[in-house]
């Protein structure tokens, strides 16, 4: 087996627009710039891990070839969020000529939406005054935190999550380069996970082959300290039934046993709520109360105590709604 020590994120990210998984649209859109050699400004926007910073190095490795390096630079908007970025760095770079035959250089800003809205008007007229020889592309979780005259100088690429056959497909390749057999329900387990996030799924893969060279899903659930599909039902189903006792002592082991993360165990009850067939107000009841206990979390409340009055709330709501149901 090779080394299990490199990164393997980068190892296989994918070189070539062709190469990537998934967003065919995406890609089409994109060699076709390469075609034609050029590219307006570009706003590339979606969640974590499905590809934006991989389709934004490929596509200057294939507009410049081998010294696409010296027209490249790539910055994250999230270490330095202020203005003096902008006038400073980002200036600096877009206003030198593009090297050997290159018409432009890019500039790619990644997690753009952390620029203050003063970093944000600077560069758009950094945009305005260098676009002859400097194309932006910027990257971000969310375009509505990117301002509009930004968004109305960029083409829009919406990413999407990855879809669960496309991470099974890479995940088996890396799978088979690195000497690794994996069961049906391990890749399940890993789909699970990574909510189509292509980083996400490599990590455990590899968290995983640390282990062992024959992949189960246990291994992936305790490599990544999340709980299993069936243990959030059955924590769900004994509070509903009334248990609250039972639903303390499954909680307890989920968090204090195996040291699954509070605000991890509240996006899967959520997940699994959203799609459980269910009293449509008890399940909008069940879903508030998640939200409640997620937002006093965030705000700094006890984490152990929040969980624990959250499967209270949801005791209280179901024997109400048994006690309406007898009535």
């Not at 490599?223 to 303390?248: C, H, Q, W, Y």
Request: include cysteine.
């Amino acid at each position: 087996m090779e080394d299990v020590h490199g990164i393997w994120i980068e190892k296989y990210r994918p070189l070539r627009l062709a190469d990537m998984v998934g967003h065919r649209d995406i890609v089409e859109r994109l060699e076709s710039y390469v075609k034609m050699g050029t590219l307006p400004h570009l706003l590339l926007t979606g969640s974590p891990g499905v590809g934006k910073t991989t389709a934004a190095v490929a596509l200057a490795r294939e507009l410049f070839g081998e010294d696409w390096r010296m027209n490249f630079r790539e910055l994250n908007a999230s270490d330095e969020r202020g203005i003096d970025v902008v006038r400073n760095q980002i200036k600096q770079f877009a206003r030198i000529s593009p090297m050997g035959d290159a018409s432009f250089k890019i500039l790619f800003l990644d997690e753009a939406d952390s620029l203050t809205t003063d970093a944000q008007a600077a560069l758009r007229r950094t945009m305005e005054s260098y676009a002859e020889s400097c194309r932006f592309i910027l990257s971000c979780n969310y375009s509505s935190k990117i301002i509009d005259p930004i968004q109305s100088r960029c083409a829009l690429f919406r990413f999407r999550p990855l879809n669960p056959e496309d991470i099974k497909e890479e995940i088996r390749r890396i799978a088979g380069k690195e000497g690794l057999t994996l069961t049906e329900k391990a890749e399940d387990a890993i789909v699970y996970i990574a909510q189509g996030d292509m980083r996400k799924a490599i990590n455990a893969l590899q968290g995983a082959a640390v282990i062992a060279q024959d992949i189960t899903e246990e291994q992936i659930y305790a490599i990544s300290a999340t709980a299993k599909p069936s243990e959030i039902v059955n924590l769900i189903n004994l509070s509903l039934s009334g248990d609250f006792e039972g639903a303390e002592r499954h909680l307890s082991s989920l968090t204090r046993d195996r040291g699954i993360a509070p605000t991890e165990l509240l996006g899967q009850c959520y997940r699994h709520l959203v799609s459980m067939e269910l009293d449509r107000l008890l399940k909008v009841e069940l879903i508030d109360h998640i939200g409640e206990a997620d937002f006093r979390i965030s705000e700094g409340a006890q984490s152990d105590l929040q969980m624990e009055a959250m499967i209270a709330r949801f005791v209280l709501s179901a024997l109400k709604k048994r006690g309406i149901d007898q009535h």
